[in-house]
């Protein structure tokens, strides 16, 4: 018997449709549960045709305004960097920033977690999601690696690492130019700590990783599995935290301290693909987090993992798409079904 159970919950609703003469229609209604936390998310076919209601589409003209307004006035431009980020101490870092090719790392100047690092992607003050390239990525995220192996060496108590991508005003980005934000903290934000805690809880009750056990459901299924690239295993979720999101896993480490280089490749690939995707969708605003624990939690079940979501797109007068549903009831809503989004996002890869 599958220790992964993928459950979803079906009901009908009918409503007296004012656009169809007040005939009588039936909507059907479908409530998934993630197989490992539970969290819930919502779907009704019928929302699919009335995507560009909840999205609309990207504004050219806008995303050309917003472009050459911010250009001038930002911090993140190479000439910027020197004068207006901060610098860590040099017993932690020594030359105060770290660079790799064109990323560069320094500290939040008002952080929200005990190291709080920032971490531009690029000279290019904008990019389209398919600029993303691989070898940008990889840049950001061996920066990020380098200052967690720094902070470990230091501190004991470092134990949770989250490697945070903002895109775009939608995304919750307060600047346009590309970058990241990592927090290293002794205490788990709350999903983090929630995951770590019911990956031990199954580790416990079943003697396997939930993490693997998931991959191996979704390979056999083949409805949500994407693709391998390395040791990262890349589907769509079955019952989504974001719109649109996508889940890369690996299979054995749970430390981003600990990941080889071929991991760090590997993984800049997939996200790379997964933004080159929902800019196939149409997209140009996304959010990703990869989560990790320090050295030691992989024989417990957990794994490095990376969650990747599309956002709102940009045109006059947006509406958010975070709303009650999201940030109060902790539920999503599903405008396309996951097993519709890996047949896609396979041809990325």
């Not at 470092?158 to 990241?180: D, E, K, M, R």
């Not at 040791?231 to 749970?254: C, Q, T, Y």
Request: with cysteine; hydrophobic share 40%; charged share 20%.
């Amino acid at each position: 018997m599958a220790k992964i159970k993928f459950e979803s919950f079906h009901s009908d609703t009918i409503i007296l449709n004012p656009f169809k003469g007040f005939n009588e229609e039936v909507q059907r209604i479908e409530i998934r549960k993630d197989p490992l936390m539970g969290n819930t998310s919502v779907y009704n076919s019928g929302l699919k045709d009335k995507v560009k209601f909840f999205f609309g589409e990207c504004d050219a003209r806008l995303i050309n305004a917003m472009k050459e307004e911010s250009a001038g006035s930002c911090i993140f431009c190479s000439d910027g960097i020197g004068e207006n980020t901060p610098r860590y101490p040099a017993n932690l870092v020594r030359e105060g920033r770290i660079k790799v090719g064109e990323a560069v790392l320094f500290p939040n100047l008002f952080p929200v977690a005990k190291y709080h690092a920032v971490i531009v992607l690029s000279k290019a003050h904008f990019l389209r999601l398919s600029e993303f390239s691989p070898a940008l990525i990889e840049n950001g995220l061996r920066a990020a690696q380098l200052f967690v192996n720094s902070v470990y060496s230091q501190d004991p108590t470092a134990q949770y690492v989250a490697v945070n991508a903002n895109y775009l005003f939608p995304a919750g980005a307060t600047l346009v130019h590309p970058h990241l934000q990592m927090l290293i903290s002794p205490v788990a934000f709350s999903y983090h700590g929630r995951l770590i805690d019911a990956s031990g809880d199954y580790y416990q009750r079943n003697g396997s990783s939930c993490f693997d056990d998931l991959v191996s459901e979704e390979k056999k299924s083949d409805s949500r599995y994407a693709a391998q690239k390395g040791r990262w295993h890349w589907l769509a979720a079955f019952s989504p935290m974001g719109i649109n999101e996508i889940v890369g896993i690996h299979e054995k480490d749970s430390d981003f301290g600990l990941l080889s280089g071929d991991d760090m490749h590997d993984l800049s690939y997939g996200i790379s693909k997964v933004l080159g995707f929902y800019e196939s969708l149409g997209h140009l605003s996304f959010n990703y987090s990869i989560m990790s624990v320090r050295n030691g939690h992989s024989e417990k079940g957990y794994r490095c993992m990376a969650k990747v979501i599309s956002r709102q797109n940009l045109y006059p007068n947006y509406r958010n798409d975070d709303y009650f549903l999201q940030k109060l009831l902790h539920s999503e809503l599903i405008i396309n079904l996951p097993e519709e989004l890996a047949p896609g996002l396979r041809k990325f890869f």
